[in-house]
């Protein structure tokens, strides 16, 4: 089945850094990728949708200055956690969807990120 | 706006049947979803269900839906230790796959 690789698997910054986390479809187009954030014992939220080579469309709430996303071709899409403060901290995951034949794919779901700022 | 709810805890005996339930409300909603999650790790597709249908069996796994009472549940048979995990309801927004709302989970834990 198709895969979708993160990485890191977790990192731990220092409060006022940024942090890039990768997404890539190891076997398949991404047309759309997205971004969902979950915090311990909550549902996962989602933060942004992007398609490659557009801009991505954030979800009411999220800033767009904060968490920046590229997705800059269809295996690849970042998401930079800048300026990071522990309520930043949380389990960020990333999904991916193909077109094909003009019809979307089920997601397929990263292993995710665990983000911890000190 | 759209909301997805179901129970938090679910503790069954090893080789007896798990159900687990959940509410929509996004009558609109295409697909409906079952994901798994074990601890620490991404989320993986059990299965899912186009509205239209009422009822998916794949394998062990059995999934009811009630469009009318926007009810879907996800009956696990001989359930193994291995089932123990995080199993989130979803469903679809905006007509787009990748465009979920997930509940809360349910934490299934198996007795041997």
């Known amino acids: 089945g198709a895969v979708v690789s993160q990485h890191p698997s977790w990192v731990i910054c220092k409060s006022g850094t940024s942090v890039k986390i990768e997404c890539r479809s190891l076997d398949f187009q991404a047309t759309t990728m997205f971004w969902y954030r979950q915090f311990p014992k909550q549902s996962l939220m989602l933060m942004a949708t992007s398609n490659e080579g557009s801009k991505a469309t954030y979800e009411q709430g999220v800033e767009k200055d904060k968490f920046l996303i590229n997705h800059a071709s269809l295996t690849l899409s970042t998401l930079t956690v800048t300026s990071a403060h522990p309520e930043d901290s949380s389990f960020y995951i990333c999904?991916?969807?193909?077109?094909?034949?003009?019809?979307?794919?089920?997601?397929?779901f990263g292993q995710g990120t665990r983000l911890t700022v000190v | 706006g759209e909301d997805v709810e179901q129970s938090l805890f679910l503790s069954v005996r090893e080789g007896d049947s798990s159900v687990i339930n959940c509410t929509y409300t996004?009558?609109?909603?295409?697909?409906l979803y079952w994901y798994k999650q074990e601890p620490g790790a991404g989320l993986q597709l059990l299965t899912y269900?186009?509205?239209?249908?009422d009822m998916k069996q794949d394998q062990r796994l059995t999934v009811l839906l009630n469009k009318k009472d926007k009810h879907l549940s996800l009956r696990i048979a001989d359930t193994q230790t291995g089932d123990s995990a995080i199993y989130f309801c979803a469903e679809s927004m905006r007509g787009s796959q990748g465009n979920l709302i997930f509940g809360k989970g349910t934490k299934l834990s198996v007795k041997p």
């Open positions: 999904s991916a969807t193909e077109l094909l034949l003009g019809a979307e794919t089920e997601a397929f």
């Open positions: 996004d009558s609109s909603s295409t697909y």
């Open positions: 269900i186009f509205s239209n249908m």
